[in-house]
């Protein structure tokens, strides 16, 4: 059957149209790196790591060349994907502490929660960062709010990142394994409990940082923020991975009668980044490259667990990424000395906190077997758009309110049409607007150089024009000779920015 018949069948048919409901309602995987760059994978063109399972869904699947995060940090990015909003319309939505209170208000309509009215179950493990509780959370209690109440059933998670304390799974709203005697508390403000700093002892520190993440020291490494207590609830590094894993693999084996959705956003390859004995050495390039390895391991383990369960079929997979690459994020983990010719953001300029297209140009790759035809697509697409793709391949209408910067690209997704997007607005603090293979960076103050990072912002006293047909690493500025275009799209993002949304068809 056609891929895109089937979903207009779906909009046309009664909604009895018995046997047919599971077939065009696939269970939803979707696996979301974290800062893995354009170039990191074998399928993109790395060379120094092997990542068989995730060349495995790209030569099953449709690999996108174009495919974007919808901002160059993590934050923003996630609140994207979960509200279809692009995150510059909302203040509190950058890169948030541990302590941060959840930035998605409960009730409004999310991708989980539209998928859940849809029927699914759905769930999400690993990495959150969207903050949790109302902003005052007790990490000893019940944590409210948080994924329940924007849709997710089932929830197993990073509370913020690997290299920010609380540093405890919260499983359904509770710390995992916490002992009432030994109560946690966090703090980003002055310190807490008597626990050994960073700054203070690095004579403690199994992995040093190279800048900032000198707080509270777990498992031998220095965070970014304090916390006393939970001694018994702590996370060990180097079995993330593993444990993660095995949530989700759970939780695709505990499905019901219905479909599910599983948001499995790994830690991998964030800071700190502590791979598993096993994978240390897969590599040449250190512990980011060896963690490349790992994280490829665990999408082996969730196609694996796909086939045994005979899910393959009737399960649209997508893997992608939460933002660019960065190579020193704050530990001394050796990535910058051992990098040799592998280029995480392949041929894009920039990486993770930066306008240009290596902060969010990264890999995005959808396997359906049967309904997407495996290739290569260069339409343009954004992660802001999954929610109203999939509330459609789901067969769940919009509310008005709902994803108001989300486009359905579904007949993109699904190969069915070369074409995506015809713009986007690219989001790293500043923002920049794409139009076709146009890009405009607006003029903007602050910083060209990250320094800590060594990444290029895209700041600068004029704007920038790139045609990236010809010119995909952004190298000549056309500014100067096409003023008209310039003054057009810098209008035209202005305007979209103005309107507080941009989703046609309201
Ligand atoms: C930065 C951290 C960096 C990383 C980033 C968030 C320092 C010096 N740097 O502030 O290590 O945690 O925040 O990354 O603290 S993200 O992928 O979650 O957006
Ligand atoms: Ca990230």
């Keep these: 059957m056609v891929f895109g018949m089937g979903v207009a069948t779906l909009a046309t048919s009664a909604p009895s149209a018995g046997l047919e409901v599971p077939e065009i309602h696939p269970n939803i995987v979707l696996i979301y790196a974290d800062d893995l760059g354009y170039g990191d994978t074998g399928c993109y063109g790395a060379t120094r790591v092997q990542t068989p399972a995730v060349d495995r869904i790209a030569a099953e699947g449709l690999r996108f060349t174009d495919g974007h995060a919808a901002a160059a940090t993590c934050t923003p990015s996630r609140y994207a994907l979960l509200t279809g909003e692009y995150a510059f319309r909302r203040r509190g939505t950058g890169v948030l502490s541990g302590a941060a209170g959840m930035i998605i208000e409960p009730g409004r309509p999310t991708l989980p929660s539209l998928l859940k009215r849809a029927g699914y179950v759905t769930g999400v493990v690993g990495k959150w960062h969207l903050g949790l509780g109302d902003g005052n959370v007790d990490w000893n209690s019940e944590i409210k709010p948080g994924p329940a109440e924007i849709g997710f059933d089932y929830s197993f998670l990073i509370p913020a990142t690997g290299d920010r304390v609380p540093c405890v799974y919260v499983e359904n709203a509770r710390v995992v394994g916490l002992d009432p005697a030994d109560p946690i508390t966090v703090s980003y403000g002055k310190r807490v409990g008597g626990d050994p700093i960073g700054a203070e002892h690095p004579e403690l520190l199994k992995m040093h940082p190279s800048h900032g993440h000198d707080r509270t020291i777990v498992n031998g490494i220095s965070r970014i923020g304090y916390m006393s207590g939970g001694q018994a609830a702590r996370w060990v590094d180097e079995d993330m991975a593993d444990t993660l894993t095995r949530k989700a693999v759970q939780f695709v084996e505990q499905r019901a009668d219905k479909p599910f959705f599983l948001y499995f956003a790994y830690h991998d390859i964030h800071v700190p980044r502590v791979p598993h004995p096993r994978f240390v050495g ?3 390039m250190g512990p980011r490259g060896d963690a490349i ?13 796909l086939d045994r369960l005979g899910l393959a079929e009737n399960t649209l997979v997508l893997f992608t990424s939460d933002n660019g690459p960065v190579v020193d994020d704050g530990y001394r983990d050796d990535a910058v000395a051992r990098l040799g010719d592998h280029r995480p953001a392949g041929p894009f300029r920039g990486g ?36 109203a793709s999939l509330a459609r391949l789901a067969g769940q209408p919009l509310p008005a309110e709902a994803g108001p910067d989300s486009f359905d690209v579904l007949p993109a997704l699904s190969g069915e049409s070369p074409k995506g997007r015809d713009h986007l607005v690219e989001h790293a603090g500043g923002l920049a607007l794409r139009e076709a293979n146009w890009k405009l960076l607006p003029s903007a103050g602050g910083a060209r150089v990250l320094q800590t990072v060594n990444i290029e912002t895209g700041a600068g006293d004029s704007s920038q024009l790139y045609d990236l047909g010809a010119d995909p690493g952004e190298r000549h500025n056309l500014a100067s000779t096409q003023p008209d275009r310039v003054r057009a799209m810098t209008e035209r993002l202005e305007s979209l920015r103005a309107a507080g949304r941009t989703r046609p068809n309201l």
């Design 352 to 387: 993770k906190y930066s306008r240009y297209e290596g902060g969010t140009r990264v890999p995005l790759i959808v396997r359906w077997p049967g309904r997407v035809q495996p290739g290569v697509s260069d339409a343009l697409v954004c992660q802001v758009d999954f929610l």
């Design 293 to 305: 390895a790992q994280l490829d391991w665990c999408t082996g383990q969730i196609l694996s667990a």
């Design 282 to 284: 897969r590599t040449e």
